[in-house]
C-alpha cells in the first residue's frame, strides 16, 4: 500500500574524521605510538573512522605494505574509511580493502616529488587572481575546486557581492555593509569589516574571525551569530578577534 | 577606437541623466566627437535636457532593431556639431534592449566617435546592466546621503563582476566618483553626508564634487546641459570633471562652500 513512499533518498553531508598521518615505515613503532596515542584517550578513539595520509611516506619514497597498515588502525580499534597521498600501487590495494581513495585535493602531490609541499600551498592564492569576486551575487562561487588552500583577495567585496571560500578567506580591502563572506575556515579582513563575515560554515568550530575593524551587520562561528545589534554595544578600537567558546561568540580586541 | 563610459548609480535621481549631458557636453567641447546614448528605455529623459526633444525621429530601439540606420537616429547637438545624441525609445521598455543588438550599436559608433557615454537607467536590472556592460570608464554619480551611497556600492560590485572587461579577465573598469547635489553648508552642520564619509565607504578616485545648485534645474528646464553655464557654480565643477578626466590636475573645489563676503571681511568662521 505504500507504494507512493520512496525507499530511499541521497543527501549530502560533511563528517569530520581523524587523519592519521605517517611519517615513518616502520610498521612496528607505528603500532606502538599509535597505541600510545590511543592510551591517552580511549573512549575518543572507541571505534572512530579513520583517514590514512601516506603523502609524508612518499615523498620520502619510504616502501611499505599499505595492507599491514590498514591491518594494524584495525587492530586499535580504528575503522580506516579512506586513503590519500597514496601512489597508484597503494591506491590499488586500498580498494581490494574496500577502502576509498581521496583522488583530487592534491595531484600536485603524487607527482611531484621532492618539491616543497608548503611552497605550493603558498602560492596558490596568487596563482589563482580573485576567482570569486569575478563571480557577482547570485552564486556563490567554490573559490578554488581541487585546492582547498587560502582564498587571497585584494579588491573590496562591496555590497551585494557573495564570496565562499572553501578553506581559510584573506581579504585585504574593505567588505562593504550588504556584503556577504563566507568560508569554511578561518576569515581575516584586513581593513573594515560592515558586511556579514559566516567562518566554519561546515560546523568547524575552531574556526575564528579576526578583523581590523569589526562594523559589520553579522558574524558567525559555526552558526552562532550575533548580529550589529548586538555588536554595536561596545565599540572596539583597533583589531578583534571573534571566536567559539562553549556556543557563544566571544570578541577579543587584539592587543 | 572609442572610450565607452557609463553614467551609474543604481539609486534614481542622483543626477544621472544631468552628469551624461554636462560631461558629454564637455568633452565635445573639448573638441572629442562624443556620442551620448540614452539607455533609459520607456522613461527617456536626455533629450530634454539636451533641449532637442522635438527633433527624435529614430530612436536606439529602431537602431537596435534594424528599422533606422544610425546616422538617421543620431541627432547632432544645436550647441555643439561634435556632440551627438541617441535618444531612447518612450514607447517601449528595457526588454526591448538586446545584448548583440547594443553591442552592435556601440561597435558602429566606435568607429566614428572619440567618447561614447551611456547614460543609465537606475536600477540594476537590464538596462543598467547593458549600459554597462560594454564600458571602460564608469562614472558613479552619488549623492551624499546613505541609501545613495550603498546603491554605489552595489553598483560597484556588478561594475566589476558583470561587464565585459570582467569576464573576458581584462584590465577592470575603471571607476570614479562623482558627487553631486552636495550642500557644504548642511554637512558642517551634519545634516548631510560629508565628503569623508561617502570616501570611507567607497573608496574611489573623486572626479568631482557638483554642488547643490539652482542652474542645474533652470537648465534642465531650458533644455541647455548646465556645464554650458558658466557664471554657475554646478557649470564649473562639471567643467572640472571633465578635465580631471582628460588628464588635467585641478584642485577640488565646493568641498567647503563658499563664504560669505560678511565672513571673508572679518575672517569669521562660524
Known sequence: MSNNTPVLEFKSSTFFAPILILFNNDMIAIEESLQEKINLAPEFFKDSPLIIDLRELNKHQQDFDFAQIAQIVRKVGFFPVGIRGGNEQQNMQARALSIPVDPGRDQANSATQGEPQKQDIAQQPTAQPEPTVANEAAQAVAASPPAAATTLINQPIRSGQRIYATGDLIILSQVSAGAEIMAEGNIHVYNTLRGRALAGVHGNTAARIFCFDLQAELISIAGDYKTSEDLNKQTYDGPVQIYLQDHALIIKKIA | ?270
Not at chain 2, 527633433?55 to 544610425?70: K, P, T, W
Not at chain 2, 547632432?76 to 553591442?103: H, M, W
Request: aromatic share 6%.
Open chain 2, 1 to 270: 577606437m572609442a572610450r565607452i563610459i557609463v553614467v551609474t548609480s543604481g539609486k534614481g535621481g542622483v543626477g544621472k541623466t544631468t552628469t551624461s549631458a554636462a560631461i558629454a557636453m564637455g568633452l565635445a567641447k573639448a573638441g572629442y566627437k562624443t556620442a551620448v546614448i540614452d539607455f533609459d528605455v520607456g522613461l527617456r529623459n536626455l533629450d530634454l535636457i539636451l533641449g532637442c526633444e522635438r527633433r527624435v525621429v529614430y530612436d536606439f530601439i529602431n537602431v537596435i532593431n534594424g528599422e533606422a540606420s544610425l546616422s538617421q537616429a543620431l541627432i547632432r547637438d544645436k550647441n555643439c556639431n561634435l556632440l551627438y545624441i541617441l535618444p531612447a525609445s518612450q514607447t517601449r521598455d528595457k526588454d526591448a534592449l538586446t545584448f548583440e543588438g547594443v553591442g552592435k550599436v556601440l561597435d558602429e559608433l566606435s568607429k566614428e566617435f572619440q567618447y561614447i557615454v551611456c547614460d543609465s537607467p537606475a536600477g540594476i536590472e537590464k538596462g543598467a546592466n547593458l549600459a554597462l556592460y560594454f564600458a571602460d570608464d564608469a562614472f558613479v554619480v552619488t549623492n551624499p546621503e546613505i541609501s545613495s551611497v550603498r546603491d554605489s556600492d552595489r553598483m560597484l560590485g556588478i561594475l566589476s563582476s558583470k561587464s565585459r572587461r570582467a569576464e573576458r579577465n581584462e584590465e577592470p573598469i575603471k571607476e570614479y566618483l562623482l558627487l553631486t547635489r552636495y550642500d557644504a553648508q548642511r554637512v558642517k552642520s551634519g545634516e548631510m553626508l560629508g565628503l569623508d564619509d561617502v570616501q570611507e565607504i567607497l573608496s574611489l578616485e573623486l572626479l568631482g564634487i557638483i554642488p547643490e545648485s539652482r542652474s542645474v534645474l533652470s537648465a534642465s528646464n531650458a533644455g541647455v546641459p548646465v556645464i554650458l553655464d558658466e557664471k554657475s557654480e554646478a557649470g564649473q565643477a562639471y567643467s572640472d570633471v571633465v578635465a580631471r578626466y582628460l588628464g588635467e590636475k585641478r584642485p577640488h573645489r565646493f568641498i567647503d562652500g563658499k563664504q560669505s563676503f560678511l565672513k571673508r571681511l572679518f575672517g569669521g568662521r562660524s
